[in-house]
């Protein structure tokens, strides 16, 4: 029978959190109707997370264990779990009880509304403030502002989405923050909702300052994606543009200068004004090829609009 | 043997040994001889020797060689392709659970084999030989340089690139897509991939040097190859990450020589149009944001091809 509902759960070293966890998850599918499955994806654990897993499925049948070779990261093992969810909607969450899962309810009504993704809203985070906090607001602002959609909360792993359109959002990278970004290229309609925080229980947390740049550059990327990744060259374009008008007037400066002082050696603006054509030619160039890449997908139309139903 | 996921049908052997044979080769008859010996232990095998289109010569050894042993399969390419892909296509053929590759020069006594397929009967995955000891003074430099680049460049611990001894898992192969040349990388995509790797010290037989030892030319190949590979494992899924960096570090750094620059000129009214190092900052920026741009290139590829690559390998299902 195909289940209703599939809760995509990575976990890496949780193995303490785990039996809670699904004690929680059972009582919060009570009051939905239809079949549940629970997608765990052991993200490489090095500790009893596997075993403990492989236990807990003989008590509830509704578990799939899936096991990566190695560790993969967040994204990947969200991305392997959603591959194999066959529910026609998916809820992603995290494995360590910091999500709550009775607010799952929740979720799943606002998407019925007639949405398609719903992502929940650490109101109150029980997190270090300076380092935990202070950067998620700084981030969460970026790239409200920099991709058009404005969350509150991007980095809240509990999220809702019906099937068809998550299934459809390219996930790869470190990119799983920035899937209601992604899925608006689909033509989705994202909401939020505030749901509940806890306090980390057991174990350590798996985040750290330094992947700072790296999320700064995927940032940009993203943003970059939903705005021009139909249409590159307008991108591209208009950086060529820039960079032909800097030529161009540095060149007519240096012209009017040579032909004042009829010496071009000790000039700053000859040299800078080739190059700067140059950019523009580059830019233009890659611009085209972007587009070719493009044309070369048939899954270009895929990306439209979301059908409803 | 240790555990495996396919169905093993009736007449597939356990075991099957790939030898590619390129120009030179050691007697295929006492080849195959040894491995008779060697491998009684480890159930029934098969034997695929894949003719690298070396000429009727060699056709007629390998014809006389499969008359006698009867598990020897034959595999003639019409066209010269490289011993690592003759390697490939061997392995495509091959019908085993558990496959060994040997280099047909023997520069590895075929002895060695029973240590090599012990790990795989544990945890372990892939076993390479490594050959620790002799050599000579430039080609064992050589080799000692390149592979040492390969460990730096990607970041995975194997000591010795070159040895074509090896046994693995069917899995690991079935796993990884490779083509052509990549085969001689085998170990650091499995290693990518989560497979387990063991390395397992071998001898080098005295005497056997191996066929054009040191060539630069190839040598320069390979360390292409091997940056094509560091960057294919380490950023492909995230060509920004290299590109964009050092086309920031450009993009700084030419920006704060020209701010240098800049002050130079308006504040201290230096001439600057003949110094070289305004070239330099102007190029700095050109170059930082070019680069840039072929990331975001690059990115958008992947983008666009993004449900094609799978980013995770699934060891179990339940």
Not at chain 2, 157 to 171: G, K, T, Y
Not at chain 2, 231 to 240: C, E
Request: hydrophobic share 45%.
């Amino acid at each position: 029978m195909t289940p209703e509902l599939s809760v995509v759960i990575p976990v890496y070293n949780e193995c303490e959190s785990m039996p809670r966890l699904l004690e929680q998850l059972q009582k919060a599918v009570k009051s939905i109707s239809g079949i549940a499955e629970f997608i765990f994806v052991d993200d490489g654990s090095e500790d009893q997370t596997w075993k403990v897993l492989t236990e807990l499925q003989v008590q509830d049948r509704r578990i799939r264990a899936i096991r990566l070779r190695r560790n993969f990261g967040q994204t990947a093992a969200m991305a392997c779990g959603i591959d194999s969810a066959r529910g026609k909607v998916i809820v992603t969450m995290d494995g360590d009880l910091q999500n709550d899962p009775a607010d799952i309810l929740r979720l799943l009504e606002v998407l019925a509304e007639g949405n398609d993704v719903v992502c929940g809203w650490r109101s109150q985070r029980q997190d270090k403030l300076w380092t935990r906090k202070v950067p998620s607001i700084v981030a969460n602002r970026l790239i409200g502002f920099f991709t058009g959609v404005r969350l509150h909360d991007y980095g809240c792993s509990l999220k809702a989405y019906r099937a068809e359109v998550i299934k459809r959002t390219p996930l790869y990278a470190e990119f799983h923050r920035f899937i209601p970004a992604l899925s608006v290229l689909t033509g989705a309609s994202v909401v939020e909702l505030k749901v509940n925080h806890r306090a980390r229980q057991f174990g350590r947390t798996k985040y750290n300052l330094m992947r700072t740049w790296k999320v700064a550059f995927d940032i940009v990327t993203v943003s970059l994606l939903v705005k021009f990744a139909h249409k590159p060259m307008r991108f591209f374009g208009l950086l060529s543009l820039v960079s032909l008008t800097v030529g161009v007037v540095s060149l007519m400066r240096s012209w009017h200068w040579y032909a004042i002082n009829a010496d071009v050696t000790a000039q700053v603006l000859p040299g800078s004004a080739v190059l700067a054509l140059w950019l523009a030619g580059h830019l233009l160039v890659v611009g085209l090829l972007a587009e070719l890449c493009l044309t070369s997908v048939h899954e270009r139309s895929e990306l439209m609009v979301t059908a409803r139903g | 043997m240790a555990s495996v996921e396919q169905v093993n049908q009736k007449g597939a052997p356990d075991l099957s040994v790939v030898v590619p044979l390129g120009s030179r080769y050691e007697d295929l008859g006492t080849l195959c001889r040894d491995l008779r010996r060697v491998l009684v232990p480890f159930g029934c095998y098969e034997v695929i020797i894949v003719d690298d289109a070396n000429g009727p010569a060699t056709r007629r050894d390998v014809q006389a060689v499969r008359k006698e042993y009867s598990e020897v399969r034959v595999l003639t390419l019409a066209r010269r392709m490289g011993e690592s892909t003759a390697l490939g296509l061997g392995t495509q053929a091959a019908r085993g659970a558990i496959i060994v590759t040997v280099d047909p020069y023997l520069h590895v006594s075929l002895d060695e084999l029973p240590a090599m397929l012990e790990p795989l009967r544990g945890e372990y995955d892939l076993v390479c030989g490594w050959r620790k000891t002799q050599g000579s003074g430039l080609a064992r430099i050589a080799s000692n340089g390149f592979n040492t680049v390969a460990r730096w460049l990607t970041q995975v611990p194997v000591h010795d690139l070159n040895c074509r001894m090896r046994a693995m898992r069917r899995e690991v192969l079935q796993d990884i897509p490779m083509y052509g040349d990549l085969h001689r990388f085998l170990p650091i995509f499995a290693v990518r991939r989560g497979f387990r790797l063991h390395e397992v010290v071998v001898t080098q037989q005295p005497g056997k040097q191996e066929v054009g030892a040191f060539n630069p030319s190839s040598y320069i190949n390979r360390l292409m190859d091997l940056l094509t590979l560091a960057f294919l494992t380490r950023f492909m899924k995230r060509p920004l990450h290299l590109f964009g960096l050092i086309g920031m570090a450009g993009l700084v750094i030419g920006a704060a020589l020209g701010a240098y620059l800049g002050y130079e000129r308006l504040v201290l009214g230096i001439a600057i149009g003949n110094r070289p190092l305004l070239l330099l900052a102007v190029l700095l920026v050109v170059v930082g944001i070019q680069l840039g741009s072929i990331g975001l290139l690059g990115e958008l590829m992947i983008f666009t091809h993004a449900r094609e690559l799978k980013d995770y390998v699934v060891k179990e299902e339940r």
